[in-house]
């Protein structure tokens, strides 16, 4: 399967083409979010108040970056499990939210929300951090500065590569990849 050149924002049109397996080199801006940045922005929506970033068409990387050393954009920049955004996300797809960066699978909350509103879930590879980094060209902190790593950072990228694991039929590569290496 060739590698699919996307630019953020996404649109449904884009995501609805989108299946498990496909490699994917993301160009725009991304923005970060772990577990404590998705509850503040959720208890926001509680309140009736605004989102700090935009929503709609975006892409949220799960990671905590480390700090960046003399000449570099960022520090190591690698995916942290999505499970810990699950009671979180559904309510994001809900407004827009495209794509989700992370590692790890998703509960099916999040798999029949990324169905009913047309999103993704991209699996960035753990352990090469620091080639993924090489991969983000600015950073900046937009949002919750007291979280330290896990502030909301907006990172441009060029060709932050990505594989898609759920698609918004609901596949599931993790899944698809035990039957196939079980033969069946």
Not at 72 to 79: E, L
Not at 94 to 120: F, N, T, W
């Amino acid at each position: 399967m060739p590698q699919i050149r996307l630019t953020t924002p996404l649109t449904e049109e884009v995501v609805e083409k989108l299946r498990i397996g496909q490699r994917v080199l993301l160009n725009g801006t991304l923005y970060t979010a772990r577990d404590a940045a998705h509850k503040k922005m959720v208890e926001l929506l509680d309140r009736g108040e605004e989102l700090p970033i935009p929503i709609r068409g975006q892409v949220i990387y799960y990671v905590g970056p480390s700090p960046a050393k003399p000449g570099r954009v960022i520090g190591s920049a690698g995916p942290t499990t999505s499970g810990r955004m699950d009671p979180y996300a559904p309510r994001l797809i809900a407004l827009g939210l495209k794509g989700m960066i992370g590692k790890g699978k998703r509960s099916p909350e999040v798999i029949k929300a990324m169905k009913q509103y047309k999103a993704v879930y991209f699996a960035a590879v753990g352990g090469a951090a620091a080639l993924l980094a090489r991969a983000i060209k600015s950073c900046r902190v937009v949002a919750y500065p007291e979280l330290g790593p896990e502030a909301i950072h907006e990172l441009v990228v060029e060709d932050f590569p990505v594989i898609v694991v759920n698609d918004v039929l609901g596949a599931d590569l993790y899944e698809e990849g035990v039957k196939i290496y079980a033969g069946r």
